[in-house]
């Protein structure tokens, strides 16, 4: 038996370990890579869609990936996280693109003014992509009552909501999503729960904001899977 892994990585909040033994299915790795049989992947989740795959990746590159129970019986026994990433659409028996990202998360959001306002997702000034989120959104209106920027919250599980945010081109350049993002990020601390914020890599401005809010680039990845035509 390999030893484990926990003794080398970096020790994380009790909230996110809580959070990412529901999300993912098991933490922290137990071997590079850590492929779980976990029955939420087979669940529809906060928007109710079944998304087969939940990994997340330390810095060190080793990993625990989530996926639906009989998926995860049929891995070979010491695949490689490449290896995995790319046998993805043939063992879920399904079209789809199988994506790295960037993992943060915030314990410690920074200060600032609450540039936001919560609206429930049926307000009319509340724009269609936030509709899925359900409930409350986090909106910043302009001088003329119009949406320029908002936050949705993803809530994966009662440890672990999701943020993601979005700004209106004309209202771009303001730093309003940093500044919505920390607002969010507090609330849902208040709440009892850890925030966590995903981008691709290439996304740079979604990084500046994600770093200027408070959620630093630990070196952390996360693995998905959207199922679907690739490209």
Known sequence: ???????????????????????????????????????????????????????????????????????????????????????????????????????????????????????????????PWLHPFGGEVLVALDGDDRYAAGVGLKRHDAFGQEIAVGTAEHARGRGLARRLVAQAARRVLAEGAVPTYLHDPRNEASARAATAAGFADRGWQVVGFFPGSPG
């Open 1 to 127: 038996m390999q030893p484990a892994l926990e003794a080398t990585l970096e020790p994380v909040p009790d909230l996110l370990r809580a959070h990412l033994e529901l999300w993912v299915g098991a933490w922290p790795p137990t071997r590079p890579v850590t492929v779980v049989g976990n029955p939420s992947r087979a669940r529809p989740g906060w928007d109710g869609r079944v998304m087969p795959v939940a990994g997340v990746v330390t810095p060190d590159g080793s990993a625990v990936v989530g996926l639906p129970p009989d998926v995860a019986a049929a891995v070979p026994a010491g695949s490689s996280l490449g290896d995995l990433i790319t046998a993805l659409p043939r063992l879920l028996g399904a079209p789809g693109t199988a994506v790295r990202g960037v993992f943060r998360w915030s314990t410690d959001p920074t200060p600032g003014p609450d540039d936001g306002v919560w609206l429930p997702v049926d307000d009319p000034r509340v724009p």
